[in-house]
């Protein structure tokens, strides 16, 4: 397809389990970034990839929490030993090109809805 | 305090009418001031960007406002239908950063 695209679009697990989400950027856009969106809360900035760029992963709440972007095209954001504080949606953006001064719009997968019971 | 704060939190309007939301920010100086609309389910859309040196952007009946100087911004809906029932999010780029800065939205309801 032409937009984001994210797996799974829910996710129900165990606590204390690791869990996979992945992203599919648009072809050619070199910006990927990973939000978290708690019910009543604002996007949260995770992490972000630009090209071939180490990421900024300041956002990432803890050391649980990691994200790998293979070949500048997917990626994974992997939580491990979930907490049932983890539960939210997922969000993943991508965009043409980075720059804190580009007017480009962020494009936004569906997300995946995650649920630690 | 978010640096990106909505009012209201909620809005019911009937069909047909029109609504302006509102976004307040601290954060300067700034690169871009967005309006992304959120259906339920959905990932958020971009409405609107403004620069700092643009007063207005308008997207069909959505027409966005910024007002650098009293740090304000607007969204107004003109002629609402039942499709535009959904959260409204302001979002504000800080100069010089990737990261955006979401607000907490507004959750738009239009009913028949």
């Known amino acids: 397809g032409a937009g984001v695209s994210q797996s799974p679009s829910n996710k129900v697990t165990e606590k204390g389990k690791d869990v996979e989400l992945r992203c599919d950027p648009i072809?050619?856009?070199?910006?990927l970034y990973w939000y978290r969106q708690s019910l009543g809360q604002g996007l949260e900035f995770l992490i972000y990839?630009?090209?071939?760029?180490?990421?900024?992963k300041s956002g990432l709440p803890s050391d649980r929490f990691s994200a790998e972007r293979t070949g500048g095209s997917v990626s994974t954001l992997t939580i491990q030993r979930t907490q049932q504080e983890d539960s939210a949606v997922y969000l993943c953006a991508s965009s043409p090109g980075g720059g804190g001064r580009t007017q480009q719009p962020q494009h936004f997968g569906d997300g995946t809805r995650l649920s630690i019971l | 305090k978010n640096q990106v704060e909505q009012s209201p939190q909620s809005l019911i309007i009937l069909e047909g009418k029109n609504c302006t939301l509102q976004?307040?920010?601290?954060?300067?100086?700034?690169?871009?001031l967005r309006w992304y609309k959120q259906d339920t389910g959905r990932g958020p859309v971009s409405l609107t960007i403004?620069?700092?040196?643009?007063n207005t952007k308008s997207n069909g009946r959505y027409t966005a406002t910024l007002d650098a100087d009293t740090k304000q911004s607007s969204l107004h809906i003109t002629a609402s239908q039942l499709s535009d029932s959904a959260s409204y999010i302001c979002?504000?780029?800080?100069?010089?950063?990737?990261?955006?800065?979401f607000g907490t939205g507004t959750r738009l309801q239009v009913f028949p």
């Open positions: 979002v504000v780029r800080p100069f010089n950063t990737d990261k955006l800065i």
């Open positions: 976004c307040n920010y601290t954060v300067s100086p700034f690169s871009n």
């Open positions: 403004m620069t700092f040196s643009e």
């Open positions: 072809s050619g856009h070199t910006a």
């Open positions: 990839f630009q090209g071939n760029s180490a990421p900024d």
